[in-house]
């Protein structure tokens, strides 16, 4: 190989608590620089990049300068507002515009490769724009080479909106293992100490059923993040959003890991509290089993309300009936939740893509 692939990442990350996307983005980005096995560049510039990694439709959280999916590249972005609907429909009667290597236009393919990482669909977890947000998400990928879904779930929620025959692969998140380190457990004797999190107040993120399972005598409830203001947390004990090292220590301390969150596609936050070996409790929905491999890595709780409280109180008790066995599984594959694995199967995805020509 004569250098490495050179790959521009749209999503411009923050060092600070900002969800799923922004720290994922970070890490990858972080875990390429680190290991040049991998044969990724990242650059600052898109018009020195041999490919561009979009996420969704999102340039990030920044708001002064960035990406322009309008006219793919770097733009004031108080003068240029998201895509919306009306833009959608001039691109796609013909209506062309300037690319770093020339003209593009919303039907023809780039001269620049992209591949396109899937969220998911956010109006289904409540998102109030996301309709708009979704259908920019779609017709984005018109422009991929590659596609990445998160999740078979996310693939499942896409495929009848999206070319079929575009070459996709299905990556669950990694997380920094020298951050969310192993620590060793046993079977809770007393009280089980139950941890959650979140950073959004969505009542679809499970907030409610985390106030039934604090509700049981035998456990104790700590949540960190965003708490709904018109919901009474009842018994359990809110932390405010912490940086990552710090809810990575937090860990440490607890005997499960509980996510009721609905049809969320790959919450970052399973991965990272199975690569410290916290056991998971949770809602089958969305990608989450997925993640915890069903029973393997945890206990299910059905996504019915009727059954709720009666099939939280089981569940517990099956997952601490098998706990050390848990743990043990746990063990055994945590390399599949670190960025190092994931990273290794991002490089090989933009290679591809990118036809190996620097090889």
Known sequence: MNRAL???????????????????QHLLKTCFQN?????????????????????????GPHRT??????????????????LRPWHVRNLSRGRFFRHPRGLLSWGQAPKIPIV?????????????DGARYDQLQIRLNRLASATVFQSQFCKNLFSPFINPST????LFNGTDGN?????????PRGKIAVLAASWSSNLRKGHGELKKLSSLPSVEVTYVGRWPMDLNPGNIRILSPIPQQDLANLMT???????????????????????????????????????????????SIENNAKLQEERMTTALENLILRY????????????????????????????????????
């Open 179 to 187: 951050i969310f380190k192993w620590v060793d457990r046993r079977k």
């Open 65 to 82: 300068f960035s990406f322009s999916f309008r006219r793919l590249r770097f733009v004031r972005a108080i003068k240029d507002p998201m």
């Open 253 to 299: 301390r607890f005997h499960i890991f509980a996510h009721f969150s609905d049809r969320d596609t790959s919450p970052n936050i399973v991965v990272e509290a199975l690569a410290t070996g916290l056991p998971v409790l949770y809602k089958h929905s969305g990608g989450t089993p997925e993640i915890v491999e069903e029973q393997r890595f945890g206990e």
């Open 6 to 24: 050179r790959v521009y990442f749209v999503y411009q990350t923050i060092d600070a608590p900002y969800g799923g996307a922004n720290s994922f």
């Open 116 to 128: 396109h990482r899937l969220d998911g669909f956010t109006s289904y977890y409540g998102r109030k």
């Open 324 to 359: 050390d066995d848990i743990i043990s599984e746990i063990k055994k594959e945590r390399n599949r939740f670190l960025i190092e694995t994931t990273a290794r199967c991002y490089s090989h995805i933009f290679h591809t893509t990118a036809g190996d020509k620097l090889c």
């Open 167 to 170: 070459p996709s692969a299905v």
């Open 35 to 59: 290991h040049p096995e991998f044969h990724v560049q990242c650059v600052s510039d898109p018009k020195q990049a041999d490919l561009l990694l979009v996420n969704a439709a999102s340039r």
